[in-house]
């Protein structure tokens, strides 16, 4: 989560070749398919104009993660930390490790995902789904078995910005979407024990993928050069289409020009912290701890 995810579906989902999730079908995911004519205007106006965490525009059809569907099908959705506050440990453990690769666990979570995304297919027929799940990288051996011959995307960022970013996040949430009582110190803590744990089953499991189904994307990269980092995932992956969606990408990007990220600040005991438990993490992915 905080990686750059969202930006990077976003100029992706220009390639009028790949199929996505929306908002309205995340958010309805049992009536999306029977809505009468009309709804999703409505729907739009029922929205805020922008994320609450970070200003990103929000509107119906905008990709969305379909990690939220899950949060009306059953308990198994990350997204149940902005609820309960209190029980974020478990949630994590349960929905997105899978306890440690619990089968009743893995058994219940396959077809309450499977059933939303064939729906999904049902409004997109034969176009391949761009989906994007931060809580899909601890899945990588499931999801293989689940889709072969997927491909997948990594992006990582600098880890003291995704602390401060993920802080930032659950608190905006539970604030918003909270039924239990949270404070920054709690989602601190949680925040320094699961993003390890999620990144060293991320690098336990990415052996299964062969170097033709996955890359590996900086988000500085892509802030810097965006069409060229774009490109090299095209490439790498063996994608089609690149040249011909290039003027959408290009004109995404422009809409984007004066969009201004937040600025989050760590304190010394946050970064020291940071610094020290996620050493491992900042030297596999090419950070410095400073």
């Known amino acids: 989560w905080r990686s750059g995810t969202t930006h990077l579906q976003n100029l992706m989902s220009r390639d009028p070749q790949f199929a996505r999730v929306t908002l309205l079908q995340a958010a309805m995911p049992h009536e999306f398919l029977i809505l009468p004519k009309g709804f999703k205007d409505r729907f739009a106006r029922m929205l805020p104009p922008t994320r609450l965490m970070d200003d990103v525009p929000v509107a119906a059809d905008v990709p969305w993660e379909e990690e939220l569907a899950l949060t009306s099908v059953g308990r198994l959705s990350f997204y149940q930390v902005s609820f309960f506050p209190r029980a974020m440990s478990r949630v994590f453990n349960d929905a997105v490790m899978f306890d440690g690769g619990d089968p009743k666990l893995i058994e219940q979570w396959k077809p309450q995902y499977l059933h939303f995304l064939k729906k999904v297919q049902l409004q997109q027929p034969a176009m391949p789904l761009l989906l ?159």
């Open 132 to 290: 994007k799940n931060p809580a899909n990288t601890a899945r990588i051996r499931l999801l293989d078995e689940m889709f072969p011959g997927s491909r997948f995307v990594h992006i990582h960022r600098d880890p003291y910005k995704v602390f401060s970013s993920s802080v930032h996040l659950y608190l905006k949430a539970q604030e918003a979407w909270g039924l239990q009582a949270t404070d920054r110190g709690r989602v601190a803590r949680h925040i320094l024990d699961s993003y390890p744990r999620l990144m060293n089953a991320f690098f336990d499991q990415r052996h299964v993928l062969g170097d033709d189904r996955l890359v590996d994307v900086a988000f500085r990269d892509l802030q810097q050069d965006p069409m060229g980092t774009l490109a090299s995932i095209y490439r790498h992956l063996g994608l089609s289409g690149f040249d011909q969606s290039a003027p959408r990408f290009l004109a995404y990007l422009e809409s984007q020009r004066n969009y201004k990220k937040n600025r989050l600040e760590l304190d010394d005991g946050e970064r020291r912290h940071v610094g020290e438990r996620w050493a491992r993490i900042f030297g596999r992915l090419g950070y410095q701890v400073s």
